[in-house]
């Protein structure tokens, strides 16, 4: 006999990392076409709307104070500074999608994703890694998985077959004998 709880997918956080323009971006967009239970955060930042951007769909625009009350609050998964601005995760709504049984892709850089798994033990942590690429032993060993990069289609792929073995298989009876 099945329950609810046994269908549901056994929610869990992946973060999709690798070094600055390995293409994270355009993994992530073709793993969301292909799997539509992943849901990707929206980050909050403190630097403007650039043209077309949406509050709370591209972004969260926060300004500098509600930014320092998250922090201080522990309210951010993970955040840093880039320039004169910051970004952060925040973390209720991750905490909020993997309650509800949703896995969660998160695309972050190298230096994010060991600050998530500092905080979040249990995130499975994916390296994409662009031909030629060698992660030195300490990155290596922090991570699960490695997806290489060489086409965006077959890493999305991988991406989406990792993702899928988040998902618990129905209980079944036992078999009669």
Same mark, same amino acid.
């Given at each position: 006999m099945s329950t609810d709880d046994e269908a549901r997918s056994a929610a869990r956080l992946t973060v999709l990392s690798g070094p600055s323009g390995a293409g994270r971006g355009s993994v992530v967009e073709q793993v969301r076409a292909r799997l539509a239970s992943v849901w990707v955060? &929206? &980050? %909050?930042?403190? +630097? *403007?709307? +650039? *043209? /077309?951007? +949406? @509050? /709370? &769909? @591209?972004?969260?625009?926060?300004? *500098? %104070?509600?930014? @320092? +009350?998250?922090i201080a609050s522990g309210g951010l998964l993970e955040w840093c500074r880039i320039g004169p601005y910051r970004r952060g995760v925040p973390r209720a709504h991750v905490r909020s999608h993997l309650a509800r049984g949703r896995p969660v892709l998160l695309p972050l850089d190298v230096a994010g994703a060991l600050a998530v798994r500092a905080v979040v033990p249990e995130a499975r942590l994916v390296l994409l890694a662009p031909p030629a690429y060698r992660a030195d032993p300490v990155v290596a060993a922090a991570f699960a998985h490695a997806v290489a990069h060489d086409r965006t289609d077959r890493a999305a792929t991988e991406l989406v077959g990792l993702l899928g073995s988040t998902f618990l298989a129905p209980a079944r009876p036992p078999p009669r004998g």
């Open positions: 955060p &929206v &980050v %909050a930042t403190t +630097r *403007p709307p +650039r *043209p /077309g951007e +949406r @509050d /709370g &769909v @591209d972004r969260l625009f926060l300004d *500098p %104070a509600d930014f @320092d +009350r998250l």
